[in-house]
C-alpha cells in the first residue's frame, strides 16, 4: 500500500516537473520580443532553456516507459536514469545560479526577474526535480 502511495506521488511530481519545465519555456518564447530578443528561437539558445528542454523531455520519457516496449529492458531503464541524473545536475545548476547570483542583483527595471516563466524554469522546476 506504502509503496503505491509513493509511486503515484512520484507521478504526480513528475508531472509537474513537465509542467513547469516546458511550459516555463514555452512562456518564455511567447515573451521573447518584448524581452528583447530579435526572434523567440534565440531565448533557446541559453542554458536554462535547453536545460528545462532537456529534463521535460526526459520526465515524460519516464513517464510513457511502461508503454514502450525499447524502454523496459534493463539497459534502456540505465540509460533514462543516467541521462535523468545529468539533467537534474543541470538544472540543479540552473536554479542555483539564478536564485543567488543573478537575480538578487537584478537592476530594477531593466529586468524583471520574477515574471511567472522565470519561476518556473529557474526556481519551481530546479526543486521539483531534486524533490523527485
Not at 536545460?51 to 534493463?74: E, H, Q, R, Y
Amino acid at each position: 500500500m506504502k509503496k503505491e502511495i509513493f509511486k503515484r506521488i512520484s507521478y504526480g511530481i513528475k508531472v509537474a516537473i513537465l509542467l513547469s519545465a516546458l511550459g516555463g519555456v514555452v512562456l518564455s518564447l511567447f515573451y521573447a520580443e518584448r524581452d528583447g530578443y530579435s526572434h523567440w528561437s534565440k531565448r533557446l539558445l541559453y542554458f536554462t532553456g535547453l536545460s528545462n528542454v532537456w529534463i521535460g523531455i526526459c520526465v515524460l520519457i519516464i513517464l510513457i516507459a511502461p508503454f514502450i516496449k525499447a524502454l523496459n529492458t534493463d539497459f534502456g531503464k540505465d540509460m533514462l536514469y543516467v541521462l535523468r541524473y545529468i539533467f537534474t545536475v543541470s538544472i540543479t545548476v540552473t536554479g542555483i545560479v539564478y536564485c543567488f547570483i543573478l537575480a538578487p542583483f537584478a537592476e530594477e527595471g531593466e529586468f524583471n526577474p520574477w515574471t511567472l516563466s522565470n519561476v518556473l524554469t529557474h526556481v519551481v522546476a530546479p526543486l521539483l526535480t531534486l524533490v523527485d
